[in-house]
């Protein structure tokens, strides 16, 4: 079985293109940055997961999906690999989305992004430790609120 779910912030706003076939698909390239639940020292403080997502799935990124937003995905991993103009072999793993949901409300990303915008015009450098934070406090309430009788597994 190949399944994954994910929960995460985007990195940014999703990249769209439409497929040259004769009729044209909607594909989303997006990242999204998943929190590590222990961390190391030394060690980042989130991974980074590359997300395809192809014809309706592509569309509603492309409509909805917006930079910080949380999410939740469920998908597949796939793994494939290309040559470079160098001749040099590539490989890539990425999540192909089946499906995607907010993982939070609309006014309360609004209201985050609002307020992560006065503070970087007040001060740029606390902005990226503040964002970390309001973060981490984020999945740690929406974990703290999860019963194991809550879980599909």
Known sequence: ???VILMGRLTRDPEIRCSQSETPVAIARYSLAVNRRFKRDGEPDADFINCVAFG???E?????LKKGLMICISGRIQVRNYDDQTG????VTEVIVEEQDFA?????FEARMKTESNQ???NTSNSSSTSNNSSDADVSALMDDLDDDDLPF
């Open 104 to 108: 939070e409300s609309k006014s309360s």
């Open 1 to 3: 079985m190949n399944k």
């Open 88 to 91: 040099q072999k590539h490989w």
């Open 120 to 122: 970087s015009n007040v």
């Open 60 to 64: 509603f990124a492309e409509k909805f």
């Open 56 to 58: 309706k799935q592509g």
